[in-house]
Each structure stands twice: as C-alpha cells, then as structure tokens.
C-alpha cells in the first residue's frame, strides 16, 4: 500500500505530512482495555486495608472481559440470551462483589439516569487507600455530584451547539484536506490502496481536538507523539500507562502555560471566563477527558460507520448524491455500533431493585450500551442497519448526569464527514468483506486496525 511523503499544505501547522504523522496510528487505534480506559491499573485485585484495591491492574479476568469482545459489528450472542432470560443479570462475582450486566434498554436507562440516589461513579476507593489515588483517576465519568455538578459546569458551555458552531468551517476544512489526502495516497499507490483508519477516521477528531483546545501548531505535534503511543495496545495495553500518565502531564502544563497566555481554544475560554475558580489540575483533568471522548469516540466511529455505509450501497448511493437523511443515517450508525462498550460503572450505594433483580448496596452495575441499544424495543430486526427506523433515543452517549459532555461535536464530526467521503469517493470499496476486518478484541471503545479501501474503484 503506498504512502504519500509530500508534505501538506500548512493550514493545521504540521510540518510533516499527515499521512507521517499518523501512521503510526495504522497499528495504534483507540482501542483501550478497561483498565485503560478507567485510568487505573487493575482488575487482577488486592487487598488493602481490608478494601478491594484496583490499583494494580494485569489483566481483565475472562469473566469480566467477554462482554467487552464482539462477532464483528455485532455485540457476542450471548448477550441476547442473557437478555431474554433477564434484562439484568449476574456477570460474574469478583473477590466477592458481585457484578451485574444490564443488556436491557430500560433497565439500562433506569440505572443511567440515577444522579447519585442509588448509585456512585467515584471509583476513588477502590484503589489504593481510600482516597487517597482519587487525584490520578479524575475526570467527569468518575464524580459524582456535588464535585461532577461542579466541573461540569465549566466544560458544558464549550460544547452547546451555539459554541461549536465557530468549529464548522474548520471542521470542513480538516475534512477536505484529508480526503485530498486519501486521493493522492491512492494515486501513488500501486494496488490503488489506502488506509481510512490513517487518513481519516484518526487525523479529523485528533486535529478537531486539539483546535477546540487550543494547541499551537507547535504543541500539537508533541501531543500527537504521546496521543498515538496512548492509544497503542499491542502489547496488551501495558506500553500505553507511561503515555496516559505523559499525555495528562503535558495537558496539566499546558493548561498551567495558558494560565499566563490564554489560547483561543477550550483551555484559554475556561481560564478567562472562570480564572483561578478552577485549578489547573482540575482543568488539566477536563481537558484530558475532552481529548480522550473526542478521539476515542470519533475515530471508531468514522472507521466503523464508513465499512457499514460500504456495506449498503443503496444508502451510500443516497449520501453521494445529496438524497439521503444525514440526521436519520448518522443517529442510526451511533445505535448501531454503539462503539463505548459500557457505560462507566455504578457502585450500588444501598440495595435497590432493578427491572426485578435485586442489587445489594456495593454490588457493581454495569451497563452494556451496544446490547441495550439493539434492545427488541427498538422495532423489527433491530440487529440491522435501517436509516428509515423510527425509534426512540439510543444511549450510544450514555445518559443523564454522565451522559457525553461531547455528543454534539460527535455529531458534527459525523454529519460532515461521511457525507463528505462519499461526494468526493462515490465508487470507494472495501478491499475485505466486512466479516473479515481486522477488528479490535477486548475494548471498551470499539474499532477496527486498519479500514482498507479502493478510494477511486
């Protein structure tokens, strides 16, 4: 497969070509074993002080880790068994917590909506002594109110529609010149292949991120550096700790160096809007969390719903030639793949019944997005892609106090890309069916390796 070395125009400040500067990225998706995706170290646990202690993570038992696995696109069979037996059912009991998988939609939506009446996100302490490691876990998914009202309340208005709105014609901008991107890279190569996942599904939310935060060209060519080594699970997601702990480090700096000199972005609008209400660390925090939802998210998402768009042409056809319902088919594609695994974990704070099962205060609830959302509720055949679906809201955000803070420039993200590849690319094919990708194994956010296509037939 061939790769373009001349380098790209200098809109977005990168002083090497694109294609150099995520292809590593090719062997790196964003493909995060829970342990990673958490922030900490371990479900292989310990005890400390007579608590569960998670704090030194090897591996995810194979217990908890099936339901993280999927039959293609499609979530493992044995989900719809557990449903049809119980839309909530014991996954596993782990050094005595027991552990429940919600696969039902309103179960799932019950347990979701919960702003702290029967449930905790704080996963502080479990790890180490009480606590006491809350500060390297952080971030929105893992508050609970008043410390997550608190927080949240600085990020949501840099995420209203209002305020993405000045993002638009830099996202179209990030969009073309990567589909400019894709055409010279087929032209070179030989065989006419290109990879989407390089070119495409990882470049546009990475460069969207880091205008939203505010980078200099400057220091986003460093952040890419530690983003793809974040991302890079090949050796079981191990190599990726000293990146997270690297990439948080260098966004808690620069959050401390736009304290003194505010940038345009998200960090700059947080530090003149609010000033010293909010710490460094904290912002740091939230800015880690903007770019680990913005990236993760987005990346499997474009990759993901491009190979199912290729897999029904007639709604490919309908994108390319301006007919089809953007909206209908991008909301269908977010049910569809529900590409966030679970939702974060809820800890039961006293017992609480849930669609009949009986959870006991310290019991952890979790919840499976891809499984609630092909819930038989949603119609007929709600394992197929169907843009004419008339359904209710899907939770591929999650929902309530937790649900995505970044839906919106998900969204956006979305509705231009695709829409975008398929005028530019109307004959794009997929060089493998779609059963035989190279998809992720255990991930909570879930994708493909590599996404290989003929751009120009």
Same mark, same amino acid.
């Given at each position: 497969m061939g790769v373009p070395e001349g380098r790209p125009r200098s809109a977005f400040g990168h002083t090497a070509p694109v294609s150099k500067l995520f292809g590593g990225l090719r062997q790196a998706p964003a493909r995060v074993l829970a342990g990673v995706q958490t922030g900490v170290r371990g479900l292989v646990l310990k005890q400390v002080g007579g608590r569960v202690d998670l704090?030194?993570?090897?591996?995810?038992?194979a217990s908890l880790g099936w339901p993280l696995e999927r039959?293609?696109?499609?979530? $493992?069979? %044995?989900?719809e068994e557990m449903r049809a037996e119980s839309p909530v059912g014991l996954l596993t009991t782990f050094l005595g917590i027991k552990v429940w998988l919600v696969t039902g939609y309103d179960a799932g939506h019950e347990v979701l909506v919960d702003r702290g009446a029967a449930y905790s996100t704080d996963?502080? #302490?479990?790890?180490?002594? &009480?606590?006491?490691?809350?500060?390297?876990i952080g971030g929105l998914g893992f508050t609970d109110p008043p410390d997550h009202t608190r927080l949240r309340k600085y990020l949501t208005p840099e995420f209203t529609r209002r305020r993405l709105q000045r993002l638009e014609p830099l996202v179209d901008a990030i969009i073309e010149r990567q589909l400019d991107e894709i055409e010279a890279a087929a032209e070179e190569a030989e065989d006419g292949v290109v990879d989407l996942v390089q070119l495409f599904s990882f470049p546009i939310p990475f460069l969207v991120i880091c205008e939203l935060l505010g980078l200099s060209d400057e220091r986003?060519?460093? @952040?890419?550096?530690?983003?793809? &080594?974040?991302?890079?699970?090949?050796?079981?997601?191990?190599?990726?700790?000293?990146?997270?702990?690297?990439?948080?480090? @260098?966004? *808690?700096?620069?959050?401390?160096?736009?304290?003194?000199? $505010?940038?345009?972005?998200?960090?700059?609008?947080?530090?003149?809007?609010?000033? =010293?209400?909010?710490?460094?660390?904290?912002?740091?925090?939230?800015?880690?969390?903007a770019f680990t939802g913005g990236m993760e998210t987005s990346a499997g998402m474009l990759a993901l719903g491009s190979a199912v768009l290729l897999d029904h042409p007639e709604t490919w056809k309908q994108l390319a030639a301006g007919e089809a319902?953007?909206? /209908?088919?991008?909301?269908? !594609? *977010? %049910?569809y793949l529900s590409v966030v695994q679970v939702a974060f974990p809820r800890f039961a704070t006293k017992d609480v019944e849930v669609a009949g099962q009986q959870v006991r205060k310290g =019991?952890?609830?979790?919840?499976?997005?891809? /499984?609630?959302?092909?819930? #038989?509720? @949603?119609?007929?055949?709600?394992?197929?892609?169907?843009?004419?679906?008339?359904?209710?809201?899907h939770l591929a955000f999650g929902h309530g106090i937790h649900r995505c803070v970044g839906a919106e420039l998900a969204r956006m993200?979305?509705?231009?890309?695709? $829409?975008? !590849?398929? %005028?530019? @690319? $109307?004959?794009?094919? *997929?060089?493998?069916?779609?059963? =035989? *990708?190279?998809?992720?194994?255990?991930?909570?956010?879930?994708?493909?390796e590599r996404l290989l296509v003929r751009p120009l037939g």
């Open positions: 704090s030194k993570i090897e591996r995810v038992p039959e293609g696109v499609d979530p $493992p069979g %044995r989900l996963i502080r #302490p479990y790890v180490g002594k &009480a606590g006491a490691a809350g500060g390297d986003r060519a460093i @952040f890419q550096e530690l983003g793809s &080594a974040r991302f890079d699970v090949s050796s079981g997601g191990i190599g990726a700790f000293g990146a997270i702990s690297g990439s948080r480090e @260098f966004l *808690l700096a620069e959050t401390a160096r736009q304290r003194h000199d $505010p940038g345009p972005g998200l960090i700059g609008q947080i530090v003149r809007d609010h000033g =010293d209400e909010i710490s460094d660390y904290d912002l740091g925090g939230l800015a880690d969390g319902d953007v909206d /209908a088919v991008v909301e269908e !594609l *977010l %049910r =019991d952890v609830v979790l919840v499976h997005l891809p /499984a609630v959302d092909r819930d #038989p509720s @949603f119609g007929a055949c709600p394992h197929a892609f169907d843009p004419d679906r008339e359904v209710k809201s993200e979305l509705r231009k890309a695709y $829409p975008a !590849l398929a %005028r530019r @690319f $109307p004959d794009l094919a *997929l060089v493998r069916e779609t059963d =035989d *990708l190279d998809y992720f194994g255990s991930s909570i956010v879930y994708g493909v």
